[in-house]
C-alpha cells in the first residue's frame, strides 16, 4: 500500500542554516505529495504541494521537488528562521484505480527547532 | 485563525463510553475531512465528506462514524471507546472534493479516555 518516509527528528539549526527534511514515498500510481507545518498548540498548515513529476512546490522560502525516479519530495530552506521551529509533515494523496476512492497517508512528522 | 471551529476543546470520558465531536467547516467550504493524531500511530486520517457525501476513507475503525449535515456541519461519533482512543482530533475543511485542494484545520479536540 501508499506509504511516507520522512527523517527521524529531531532536527536542531542554528538560525540561517540550510535545512532539508527527507521525505520518500511508495505509491502505486502517480500520487499528490503534500508538506505540511504543525506551529505548537495548533492544526496542520498547507506549507506547499506539487500534483505531478517534476513539479516545484514553493512558499515562505521553503521548496520540494516531486521526484518520480527516486519517489522523493524532500523539503528545503536556504537560510531558516526560528518562527520555522515546527513539526513538518510529509503526506501523499493517490486516487484509487475506481476513481472513486482516495488515500491519504503522512510520514511521521519531523520536529524541527531553529535555535537564535 | 483558520476559520474552522471544533468543540468541545477537550474532553474527558470512561472507557466503554460514546462521545461525539463537533466541526463547523469555514463559510463556503463544502468538504470535511477527520483526521486522529496520537504519539504511538502519528496523523491517520479517518474520513472525509463532501456536501454531505462520505468521499474517502482511511483508518477508521467501525466503532467511529461520522456524518455531514445540510448545513455542511460534521459531527464523528466515537463509540465503545477505548484507553488506546485518547488522542487529537482534528478537523479540516476545504472548498474542493478532494486533497489537491487546501485544507484549513481546525484547532483539535482532545480526548482523553480513562
Known amino acids: 500500500g501508499d506509504s511516507v518516509t520522512q527523517m527521524e527528528g529531531p532536527v536542531t539549526l542554528s538560525e540561517e542554516a540550510f535545512l532539508t527534511i527527507n521525505c520518500t514515498y511508495t505509491a502505486t500510481g502517480y500520487p499528490s505529495l503534500f508538506w505540511y507545518v504543525q506551529y505548537p498548540g495548533e492544526g496542520l498548515q498547507l506549507l506547499l504541494k506539487a500534483t505531478k513529476a517534476d513539479d516545484k512546490g514553493s512558499n515562505k522560502g521553503f521548496e520540494a521537488t516531486y521526484r518520480k525516479e527516486t519517489t522523493s519530495f524532500h523539503l528545503e530552506k536556504g537560510s531558516v528562521q526560528v518562527s520555522d521551529s515546527a513539526v513538518y509533515f510529509c503526506a501523499l494523496s493517490e486516487i484509487d484505480s475506481g476513481g472513486s476512492n482516495y488515500k491519504l497517508t503522512f510520514g511521521k512528522g519531523t520536529l524541527l527547532t531553529v535555535n537564535p | 485563525d483558520s476559520g474552522v471551529t471544533q468543540t468541545p476543546k477537550h474532553l474527558i470520558t470512561a472507557t466503554g463510553q460514546r462521545v461525539t465531536l463537533r466541526c463547523s467547516p469555514r463559510?463556503?467550504?463544502?468538504?470535511v475531512y477527520w483526521y486522529q493524531q496520537s504519539l504511538d500511530q502519528g496523523l491517520q486520517f479517518l474520513i472525509h465528506y463532501y456536501n454531505g457525501e462520505e468521499r474517502a476513507k482511511g483508518n477508521i475503525l467501525e466503532r467511529f462514524s461520522a456524518q455531514q449535515f445540510p448545513d455542511l456541519h460534521s459531527e464523528l461519533n466515537l463509540s465503545s471507546l477505548e484507553l488506546g482512543d485518547s488522542a487529537l482530533y482534528f478537523c479540516?475543511?476545504?472548498?474542493?472534493?478532494?486533497?489537491?485542494?487546501?485544507?484549513?484545520f481546525g484547532p483539535g479536540t482532545r480526548l482523553t479516555v480513562t
Open positions: 479540516a475543511s476545504s472548498v474542493g472534493p478532494d486533497p489537491s485542494y487546501e485544507q484549513y
Open positions: 463559510s463556503g467550504d463544502l468538504s
